[in-house]
């Protein structure tokens, strides 16, 4: 079973849509939880992070985590043709420590269509 | 945020040279990350640079392959040695710019190996 995983899709949703996006990863004991963009040709950038169980919202951005069912979602409200790119979600060791040392999921292809 | 430049941002090199990629930070942090990003896959770090001591590599990954500097706390490069068309890949290096919560990336250094 991989550490992470992500639907690789592609997802496609229609402007103006909301967009779910899915990660499960197996380490119980994962505490805090990225969510990176990645447009093609460009390296990830940061969206939104998250630790405690809950949402968190980051203007149309909300993450949610859900620590006993182990998976953490990004939905995307009002998707807009500009966020159509690859979410990656990465989760760093559990223990609090060496938080830069992410795992990865392999990236779920997000088309947002007018 | 933290400002990372990595250079070179692309760069086409024959089997057998090595490539050396350098990433400066525009503030001092305690620990540097060295990922790569294979054409069409997710995120897989190589090793974490650390100032004054060797770099720790991932499984899978060795020091005579991915010879890694670190010479003060805004600066490290890492060397992609005895190049074949399997290195060709996107090498990223990231840094924790405060508290865990915010892991940054660099532009990226685009290899082709031919």
């Known amino acids: 079973q991989k550490e992470v995983e992500q639907n690789s899709g592609p997802l496609s949703v229609p402007e103006g849509a909301i967009a779910s996006l899915n990660c499960t990863y197996s380490?119980?004991?994962?505490?805090?939880f990225f969510w990176y963009r990645q447009y093609s040709g460009k390296s990830p950038e940061l969206i939104m992070f998250?630790?405690?169980?809950g949402d968190k919202e980051d203007g149309r951005f909300t993450a949610q985590l859900n620590k006993a069912s182990q998976y953490v979602s990004l939905l995307i409200r009002d998707s807009q043709p500009s966020d159509s790119a690859t979410y990656l979600c990465?989760?760093?060791?559990?223990?609090?420590?060496?938080?830069?040392?992410?795992?990865f999921g392999q990236g779920t292809i997000l088309t947002v269509h007018p | 945020s933290a400002v990372i430049s990595q250079k070179p941002s692309r760069d086409i090199c024959q089997r057998g040279t090595s490539l050396t990629i350098q990433c400066q930070v525009d503030?001092?942090?305690?620990?540097m990350f060295w990922y790569r990003q294979q054409p069409g896959q997710s995120l897989t770090l190589i090793a974490t640079?650390?100032?004054?001591?060797?770099?720790?590599?991932e499984s899978g990954f060795v020091i005579d392959k991915f010879p890694i500097s670190r010479p003060n706390l805004t600066f490290s490069t890492l060397t992609v040695s005895n190049l074949s068309p399997e290195d060709s890949s996107i090498y990223l290096c990231?840094?924790?710019?405060?508290?865990?919560?915010?892991?940054?990336f660099g532009e990226g250094s685009w290899l082709t190996v031919v």
């Open positions: 990465a989760v760093p060791p559990a223990g609090g420590t060496s938080y830069g040392k992410l795992t």
């Open positions: 640079a650390n100032q004054g001591s060797e770099a720790t590599y």
């Open positions: 503030s001092q942090v305690t620990m």
């Open positions: 380490d119980r004991g994962s505490q805090s």
């Open positions: 998250i630790y405690s169980n």
């Open positions: 990231s840094v924790d710019s405060g508290g865990g919560n915010t892991i940054y």
